[in-house]
Structure formats: C-alpha cells, structure tokens
C-alpha cells in the first residue's frame, strides 16, 4: 500500500490546499498562494531566492522584495502548522534556495502528467482509455484560476494542450474500444477547451 501524501494541492479549476485531508483555508495574501502553487509545481527542486523574487515581484524594490518572500514563506508555514507542524517542514529553505518536499506532497497536476505519460506507453485501447479516464477526471480546468501572474501563463497554456491531446487520445481509445457514449463524453469537454 502506498502512503498517502501528506500534503495534497488541487490546482485544476480550483487552488485548494488539503493537510491530512483537511482543507487549509486560503492564504493569507494572493502571493503566498502563487508562491506555494510555483514551488508545488516544481516538488523537489531548490529554487533560487531571486528567481522567485523576480517572479513573484519584478517590480518591487530588491530589499522589499526580500521582505514580502520572506513574508509570504511565514504565512505559508504558519498555516500548514496550524493543521499539521509535520506539514509545515514541506517547505524547506535556506539562504539561497527554496524547495518544497518531493515525498510529502501530491498535486493534481503531477498525477494527470503522470498519467498522460503512462498511457502513451500503453497499446491496449481499453487500459490506454481507463488511464486516460482518470487524467481526464483529474482535469477539472484551467490551472490555477485565480492567479494571474506572468509565470502562471506558461503552464498553464501548456497544460491545456496536453489536456487537448489527452482527450483526443481519450476518445480515439474509447472509439477502437468500441464506447462510442463515452467518447462523445469526451469529445463534448474537448469541444469546450478547442477554440
């Protein structure tokens, strides 16, 4: 049986935080809540303090800059050790780098990439659409709404593709499965993400 993350981060149509599957209530400021989406997207990864600076605050002042990093990484850690202190050592920083913790944490967005790449390994169309079926379950909307800073649109217009070519790869498998229903499911969400 495999354990359960610790710290789970819906970013698909919604941006919720769950702590021991109990739901964290919003940050206290938008930037807090961009911080830990941009380091959620990135889990393991030491990101350098002035990237994120530069990110997050490319127009503000370097030392206000540093303050409201520092500010937001507070806010953050103060709410996950409001439901969890174990939680809160997610976030692991020092001097220079930033990184939230590969094991402790589990994303929406990672499981569907994770997903996407399993069944394109997969020549069998019934077990290629069943693990489509559950990436496509897993993409609720568009990443992030609500966050609208420049680092955001990238992803989240790369997400939609694979989104787009997940459902097309849906329905392809659904149809050589022979479950026309379920590919006009399918095909009724595509239509809504295709221009």
């Not at 769950?18 to 206290?28: C, F, N, Q, S």
């Not at 490319?58 to 996950?80: V, W």
């Not at 169309?125 to 955001?152: T, V």
Request: glycine letters at 4%.
């Amino acid at each position: 049986m495999e354990d359960k993350p610790l710290l789970i981060i819906e970013m698909l149509g919604t941006f919720r935080i769950l702590v021991d599957d109990r739901e964290l209530p919003k940050l206290a400021s938008r930037k807090a809540a961009s911080l830990l989406a941009y380091l959620a997207l990135h889990p393991g990864l030491p990101l350098h303090r002035e990237k994120l600076i530069d990110l997050l605050w490319p127009e503000s002042h370097s030392d206000a800059a540093r303050h409201n990093l520092r500010q937001a990484l507070y806010s953050i850690r103060r709410e996950l050790n409001a439901v969890n202190p174990v939680a809160a050592t997610a976030l692991r920083c020092d001097s220079t780098n930033i990184s939230i913790g590969q094991t402790l944490i589990s994303t929406d967005v990672l499981q569907m990439e994770a997903l996407i790449y399993r069944a394109a390994q997969i020549e069998d169309a019934a077990e290629k659409a069943r693990i489509l079926e559950r990436a496509a379950f897993l993409y609720r909307g568009d990443l992030l709404p609500g966050i609208y800073d420049d680092w955001a649109t990238g992803p989240r217009q790369s997400l939609e593709r694979k989104a787009v070519q997940m459902y097309r790869d849906l329905i392809t498998a659904l149809m050589a499965g022979d479950r026309p229903n379920r590919a006009i499911e399918h095909a009724e969400r595509l239509s809504a993400l295709e221009p």
